[in-house]
């Protein structure tokens, strides 16, 4: 088993060498998919033929979030479970995690590669995508990075996409995949490219209780505003909380038609099947399973409450086959 240290870099990243030699990539890493992984297991085997660190560098926040924020992507994974996932690969001895702010966006592609890679990383070969830009203004990229290898003493490896099987006819690997899966409610497609179920993580907060009032209680999740969330609809899954079980449940997700207009929030809503209990002010995480249908307008109490004990026996016949 690979001991993996996580190291937070701030804007002066001087200071003692993190490493004697590293085969590093660098990314965002958003979501952690299959495509990453297939990296990953390069940078691990490219290491451990030279003698070096396997090592990441990744960012504290989208880029985007920074650069341009109004068409910033909306974030498949928290910093948290970022850094969880790059930990659980069991392939990376060293993650190093840039604060990326206003300064750092300001720094220049010849600076990042010096200070960053050859002063504090050692490194000896950078793998990344083919198109990876990087610096002020994206100024950087592979072949800026070959050019300074030549003189600073590195290789640099850019990959294309993967597909899964190797198969280009497939969708690539890439977080803009999973996301446009999600778009559409395709939560297995997502899950195919990820390797595991799409999660999110927020916390429980108060509701309306209209749930309780109609027989099905819910736990309210307030999720920050950056998270990508599959399109509104009901959807079977599973519900984490601090006793850190994964519970049954059924997700509603939108702006309950039924009692709103098209102005309100949109929530996402959790029934856990089985479960009697207080969930309050709990951080939790929610994964989605399936599709069952869509958000939809109904006519009266009574049709909802038919429609969601059919949403609840639907449920339980996915998570029974899962």
Not at 7 to 18: E, F, I, K, T
Not at 71 to 93: C, F, H, I, N
Not at 110 to 134: N, P, S, Y
Not at 294 to 299: E, G, I, S
Request: net charge negative; with cysteine; hydrophobic share 45%.
């Amino acid at each position: 088993m690979v001991t993996t240290r996580v190291v937070r870099l701030d804007g002066g990243d001087s200071g003692a060498p993190l490493s004697d030699g590293s085969v590093v990539t660098i990314g965002a890493y958003d979501g952690l998919h299959l495509g990453h992984w297939k990296v990953l297991q390069l940078v691990r085997e490219l290491a451990d033929a030279r003698s070096l660190d396997a090592s990441a560098v990744t960012f504290d926040r989208h880029p985007a979030q920074v650069v341009r924020p109004a068409s910033a992507p909306l974030l498949l994974s928290s910093l948290e479970q970022k850094l969880e996932l790059l930990v659980g690969t069991d392939l990376l001895d060293l993650v190093c995690v840039m604060a990326f702010d206003d300064t750092r966006s300001k720094e220049t592609a010849e600076e990042f590669v010096q200070e960053v890679l050859v002063d504090l990383l050692r490194v000896r070969v950078v793998v990344v995508g083919a198109d990876f830009h990087f610096g002020h203004r994206r100024r950087g990229n592979v072949a800026l990075l070959e050019h300074m290898g030549t003189d600073l003493g590195f290789e640099v490896l850019g990959l294309g996409l993967v597909a899964p099987g190797s198969d280009p006819a497939h969708e690539p690997y890439s977080s803009t995949s999973v996301r446009g899966a999600l778009a559409t409610g395709d939560v297995g497609r997502a899950a195919g490219l990820l390797g595991r179920l799409h999660e999110v993580r927020g916390t429980v907060v108060a509701g309306d209780r209209r749930g309780r009032e109609l027989g099905f209680p819910t736990a309210n999740v307030a999720l920050p505003p950056e998270t990508c969330l599959p399109v509104d609809g009901i959807y079977a899954g599973y519900f984490r909380g601090v006793d850190e079980r994964w519970r049954p449940c059924v997700i509603s997700l939108g702006r309950r038609p039924t009692f709103y207009d098209n102005d309100a929030a949109r929530m996402l809503e959790a029934y856990l099947l089985d479960f009697d209990g207080d969930l309050y002010d709990q951080a939790v995480a929610v994964r989605f399973l399936a599709r069952i249908r869509d958000q939809r307008r109904f006519a009266s109490v009574d049709e909802l409450v038919a429609a969601i004990t059919a949403d609840v026996a639907r449920a339980r016949v996915l998570l029974a086959r899962a």
